[in-house]
Every structure is written in structure tokens, then in C-alpha cells.
């Protein structure tokens, strides 16, 4: 079956712009989960949606990240007016079940690229 | 906040040697998790403990859950060329979010 996808897989974009990263989790999983991984880094964690709704925003660094979850289904991280240092992979992961004890599948993610 | 430290960062093995990284939790994890990373690809599941002073193994992987559930540690025996990649420990506090540890980057010499 179809994995977790992402797209656009790379994008470069200049200082300023507005961005907007997608997500497909994999069909029937509630739980989804976005990080960003910066070269040769760890994941850091941004947000987590049950459903719709999002109950941990804790992880998002400024106010020029957001992010929606629509039917369940679809997620758009949107970064405003982008800085260098929001240049980083952006993976998504889904899950079957909530409360992080179910295993993460991760798409192949976005490489962002400010300049 | 919760944080999941992770040693050593980097590890450089000769074929057939042994490698071991650990995970070190600042508070109680209610499960732990295991991700392998291959270069240029994105994290796969590799296994979850659950039970305090849990082992469990796959082929020449050892992963143990302390008796505290603070720490974990992934052991691989023999090393080969196709083990290589970050590993990388995940713990959820029960705050339904996993934090990731840092990684440990493991190259290996054939």
C-alpha cells in the first residue's frame, strides 16, 4: 500500500517568501506528526495532530509556522516570510494510533532550501 | 522540558566489530522507540519496549528498556557495511508526542 507522501520533495525559495509543505499520511491513520531535520541533525519536533485537531503546538519555533489537518487526512505546514535558518528537511510521520505508542512512518520529506 | 539525550554521537567501526549507542531520558518514559536513518533517507521503525528491563533482539540487534524506564541502549554484534546510518531513539512521556534523541551516526570500514 502507498506509504506517507510529500511534496514538493525539494524547494527553493527566496528569503521573504511564503512556503506551504504538504502531507498524505498513510489511509486510516489518525495520528500525524511533523519535524524538521536540520543537516546531519537530530528530529526536531514541531506539531502533532489527532484527528484534526492539534493538541501539541509546543514545538513550532515561531509565529510564521503553521499547520492544518483537514478531514482527517491532509496536513500543509505553511512557513511566512522565510528565513535562512528555516532551511531544513520538513518530514512528516503518521501513525495508527495516538499518544506516540504506535510506531511512526515517515515520508520521504522536503528539502527546503531559503536563499 | 522532556529531553532525550543520545550517545555517542558518532561511531566509526572496522567490519565485524561490535557498536553501541545509548539513550539517556531526563524523566520516566512510558515506551521507547528505534529508528534507523540510512543516508539520504528518512527514519524507519525498527522496534518499541514497552516493559521495564525489556530485551529484545533482531538477528545481531540487542535493544534493552531499563529497569528505571529512563534508558535504552541498541547493541549490534558483528557489525556489517548495510548496518550503517544514524539510529536514533524516540520516547514518549505520555505527553503523545515522541522526542527524538540527537542520533548516532555509525560508519563502518570494510
Known amino acids: 500500500g502507498a506509504g506517507v507522501s510529500q511534496s514538493p520533495s525539494n524547494k527553493v525559495t527566496e528569503k521573504g517568501k511564503d512556503v506551504e509543505l504538504r502531507c498524505d499520511p498513510i489511509?486510516?491513520?489518525?495520528?500525524l506528526y511533523w519535524y524538521r531535520q536540520s543537516l546531519g541533525q537530530g528530529l526536531e519536533f514541531l506539531i502533532y495532530?489527532?484527528?484534526?485537531?492539534?493538541?501539541?503546538k509546543s514545538g513550532l519555533p515561531s509565529d510564521r509556522f503553521s499547520a492544518e489537518r483537514t478531514g482527517g487526512s491532509v496536513s500543509t505546514l505553511t512557513i511566512q516570510r522565510t528565513q535562512q535558518e528555516d532551511s531544513a528537511v520538513y518530514l512528516c510521520?503518521?501513525?495508527?494510533?495516538?499518544?506516540?505508542?504506535?510506531?511512526?512512518?515517515f515520508g520521504n520529506g522536503t528539502r527546503l532550501t531559503v536563499t | 522540558g522532556q529531553q532525550v539525550m543520545q550517545i555517542p554521537q558518532y561511531q566509526h567501526v572496522q567490519e565485524g566489530e561490535d557498536f553501541t549507542t545509548y539513550c539517556n531520558s531526563s524523566?520516566?518514559?512510558?515506551?521507547i522507540q528505534w529508528y534507523k536513518q540510512r543516508p539520504g533517507g528518512h527514519p524507519v521503525f525498527l522496534i518499541q519496549?514497552?516493559?521495564?528491563?525489556e530485551v529484545k533482539k533482531q538477528k545481531r540487534l540487542t535493544f534493552q528498556f531499563g529497569e528505571a524506564k529512563k534508558n535504552s541502549s541498541l547493541h549490534i554484534t558483528a557489525t556489517q557495511t548495510t548496518d550503517v546510518g544514524t539510529y536514533f531513539c524516540?520516547?514518549?512521556?505520555?505527553?503523545?508526542?515522541?522526542?527524538f534523541g540527537q542520533g548516532t551516526r555509525l560508519t563502518i570500514n570494510p
Open positions: 495532530f489527532q484527528g484534526n485537531s492539534a493538541p501539541d
Open positions: 524516540a520516547g514518549d512521556q505520555g505527553a503523545q508526542k515522541l522526542v
Open positions: 510521520a503518521s501513525s495508527p494510533y495516538g499518544r506516540a505508542r504506535s510506531p511512526l512512518h
Open positions: 519496549l514497552v516493559k521495564s528491563g
Open positions: 524523566t520516566t518514559l512510558s515506551n
Open positions: 489511509s486510516g491513520h489518525t495520528a
